[in-house]
């Protein structure tokens, strides 16, 4: 009996630590945890308690540390977070702040009718315009030499993180039915897939915080995977620097 309440006392420490976070539940998990100690040491007998007492000392001490191991700093050191509608204003006016990749410059941004994948749940859908460089537009560089570019670039946000996970994951579990992914379990943070229709295109897109990001570029060579992934992830740090405006400050 003594033992199922110890492994009992280390399931409760455990669970505490890496799953509770309400301060409340934690308070109660570690009242019951000291009283199931006290319950243990009234159970064995007279004798055993004098032999396995430097032993409960090292298990006392193993419980109080156990905690700042387990414990997740960042969680402790949460602050302030966006707010989702304002950062979705903040998407929508911009400026957007970030580099393209060569040869690509920003040309403004807009409303983007994102589809019904998106859903009702989308706060907002932001469509970057992107060109080529005059000296080089309409035509890049590629693997069959120069080619004719095309590119659509969109952000969407939500509101909460959950849900903007839940698009990216639509998007690839639509996109694994009919495209070929560059990786052999694409994640949610940062993925491409090639399609073929009349040519070969990326379809590439990201999720981090409450935003969705989302680039179809043409042509789907090699050459060019490169820069529909840096687009993404420029549509992303985008969402992060107006994150940061939308956040409130904290109070000292």
């Known amino acids: 009996m003594a033992g199922i309440l110890a492994l009992t006392v280390v399931a ?7 799953v509770v976070t309400e301060k409340w539940w934690r308070l109660l998990i570690t009242v019951s945890a000291c009283a199931i100690i006290v319950a243990i040491t009234l159970l064995i007998p007279p004798t055993w308690r004098v032999r396995l007492g430097s032993v409960a000392g090292i298990f006392m001490a193993a419980a109080g540390v156990l905690p700042i191991f387990l414990i997740d700093p960042e969680g402790e050191k949460e602050g302030p977070k966006a707010d989702p509608l304002v950062l979705a204003t903040y998407i929508e006016k911009g400026p957007f702040d970030q580099r393209l990749p060569e040869p690509l410059v920003m040309d403004g941004l807009t409303p983007a009718n994102a589809g019904t994948e998106a859903g009702a749940k989308k706060l907002t859908a932001v469509r970057l315009k992107i060109k ?34 839940a698009r990216g994951s639509a998007h690839i579990k639509r996109l694994n039915r009919y495209d070929t992914p560059t990786q052999t379990k694409a994640g949610i943070g940062n993925f491409c897939f090639q399609g073929v229709n009349a040519a070969a295109y990326w379809d590439c897109g ?18 060019h995977l490169g820069m529909a992934r840096d687009t993404v992830t420029a549509l992303l740090n985008y969402s992060d620097s107006m994150a940061r405006k939308a956040t409130p400050q904290k109070q000292e």
Request: without cysteine; glycine residues 8%.
């Open 12 to 18: 409760l420490v455990l669970f505490m630590n890496l």
């Open 132 to 165: 080529v460089k005059p000296e080089q537009a309409p035509l890049i560089p590629g693997d069959n030499g120069t080619e004719q570019f095309a590119i659509w670039a969109h952000i969407e946000v939500y509101p909460t993180a959950k849900d903007a996970a």
């Open 206 to 223: 990201g999720v981090r915080g409450n935003s969705y990001a989302e680039v179809t570029l043409s042509p789907g060579d090699n050459a």
